[in-house]
Structure formats: C-alpha cells, structure tokens
C-alpha cells in the first residue's frame, strides 16, 4: 500500500502557467488539424507497464514518437504531433500511483495546451466521492481534503473530462449504450465538481457526495449497488453493457487481455491483464481515417491491429 500521497492526484493541471481551457479545446480534437489521437486507459499506478504502451509509438518504424525518455528514463513530451488519452483509471491497485500521476503531470506541463485529455475512470471517482466507496486503504481514498479541492479544480478548468470527442470515436473511461452530447456530460462533471468542492470538510461533504452521483446519473451512475451494472455512467458501465450498435467508443474499464472490438466499441484495458507477462501492452492510434492498436509483442517488438470505423474489417501487420 502507498504511504499517504505527497503530491495529491489533482498536481494534474494544478500549477502556475497551465490555463483553463477553453471548451473547443476540452471537448474535443479540432477536425480540421488531423492530429492523430493516442489513448490509454486503466494505468492503475503500473508505470513500467504504462512506459512500455507509451514507449511502443516510438518502437514501430512507422510513428512518431508520443513520449521520449530522458537520461534517467523519465518520459517527456515529443513534438510529434499528437493528442494523448488517459482514458480513466491511472490510479489504485498497483505500486506506483504517485509516480503516474507525476509522469501525467509532466506531460500536461509540456504539451501544448488540450494535447493531453485524461478523462474520469471510476477510481478517479474515487477522488471526487470517497465516501462512496470503500477504498480507503487505496490511493484515492487517502488524497485529503486539500487533493480532493485541487482534483475538483482540474475538472473545472477542463483538464480532467468525462469524455473527449475524436474523429469517428468518443473517448470516455465505460461508454454508454445510446448518444450523448460530450460538452453536456463535460459540463455535467464540472458542475459536480463544484458542487463536491464547495462542501469538501464540511458537514455536508457526504450528502453532497451523494447529491451529485443522483443529480448528474450520466457521467457518475452506478447502475445499482456495485456499479457497472444498467443505467450506469461515463465512468462505470460495463463493456458487456455496451451493444454491437452503440455509438461508436473507445472504452476502459472491463478488462482484457488485448484490445476488444464488439461492434462499433473498441475496449482498450489490457495492462492489468498481461503485467505478469512479456508483452501486451497497447495503445490505440486514431486518424481521420481509422482506428489502430499498437501492441507490444513478448519479444519487445511492436505490432498494428486496424479497426476501421465505424465497421469494417480487421487485420495486423508489423
């Protein structure tokens, strides 16, 4: 278990110099620019697993690079043009929450601005609504007040999203089974968070909690006691929620062990999955003219599975 954090979850977007965003910016990629969209999800404080997904842009010969390390290994941000997904869950479960949450940080610091989305997972709802959840011996059970206010001003300044809309696809942590319009459920999150913000250490603090998961069900419905079930939000429904005809996603949540494709929804969790093997980790690349997942082989090369979108047929190539 990590001691209590140092630096809180919410260092994300809470430094000098890193502006509100607009909502053009939050919301979604500009169409026009055709900058390629890179995403990740379910990182849960795995960072050698999370370098080695970054890491594969930079080892297949036909991508730029998204990150570069430095001399002591640490990974910044490469002018290559992209816009990078944390699609939800960068913290709890595994050893090194502190350290992903810095490695997000830096790279949001040294992007240019909306360059790097990191959209609210579950455990990031966590943060926003501990009392919620039993989670307390985990890393967003023990962010405190202070790292609670800072994560609930992230979202206000449109850092942390309930989604993010690509090309053909829209980005959030569990997707749902019908459309949404991605600014409300933005604006729906950032209401939240000010209301949570607003009653942190008070006495109204867990009924507001509570108040907000009822108020705005599309973004954080659990879908009954356990969460993921139907009727569940942004950040909870299960990938077997989603039918073949939903509204084209790329999900987390529900893991796998590679990226999943049922229908016009593609599930990228795959990290918790193969960790204790030689390979697997995966990131999806989105272009104006399809989706793609590059996935780290055992023996450390990297291969590209297409998915058109929405529809169409698959194949891999090295």
């Not at 370098?51 to 990150?67: F, I, K, N, S």
């Not at 790279?107 to 989670?135: C, I, K, Y």
């Not at 996603?249 to 590679?258: E, K, L, S």
């Not at 193969?274 to 780290?296: C, M």
Request: hydrophobic residues 35%; proline residues 8%; glycine residues 12%.
């Amino acid at each position: 278990m990590d001691p209590r954090p140092t630096e809180p979850f919410p260092d994300i977007a809470d430094r000098d110099g890193i502006a509100t965003l607009s909502k053009r910016l939050r919301d979604g990629v500009d169409p026009t620019d055709h900058t390629p969209i890179v995403s990740i999800s379910d990182i849960h404080g795995y960072l050698d697993d999370a370098r080695r997904a970054l890491l594969t842009l930079a080892d297949h010969p036909e991508y730029d690079p998204v990150v570069v390390p430095d001399d002591d290994g640490r990974l910044h941000w490469a002018d290559g043009g992209y816009v990078l997904v944390f699609n939800g869950d960068l913290i709890d479960r595994g050893p090194d929450n502190e350290a992903v949450v810095r490695l997000v940080s830096r790279l949001l610091a040294e992007a240019p601005p909306g360059r790097v989305r990191v959209t609210l997972g579950n455990h990031e709802m966590g943060v926003l609504t501990p009392d919620s959840f039993g989670w307390r011996d985990w890393y967003s059970g023990r962010i405190g007040d202070d790292g609670r206010r800072a994560f609930c001003r992230a979202i206000r300044d449109g850092h942390v999203v309930a989604a993010y809309e690509g090309y053909g696809v829209t980005y959030a942590h569990a997707g749902r089974p019908d459309p949404y319009d991605v600014a409300a459920a933005n604006d729906a999150l950032a209401a939240a968070a000010e209301d949570v913000a607003a009653a942190v250490g008070t006495p109204s603090d867990e009924t507001t909690q509570r108040r907000a998961i009822e108020e705005y069900p599309l973004v954080l419905g659990l879908g009954g006691r356990g969460g993921r079930g139907e009727g569940a939000g942004l950040a909870w429904l299960d990938f077997s929620r989603l039918p073949p005809d939903a509204p084209p996603q790329v999900v987390g949540h529900t893991r796998h062990d590679r990226p999943t494709r049922t229908g016009n929804v593609v599930c990228e969790n795959v990290i918790r999955r193969n960790r204790r093997t030689a390979g697997g980790e995966a990131v999806l690349v989105e272009t104006v003219d399809g989706l793609s997942a590059l996935r780290r082989r055992p023996d450390g090369s990297v291969a590209e599975r297409s998915f058109d979108h929405p529809g169409g047929r698959r194949g891999e190539r090295s």
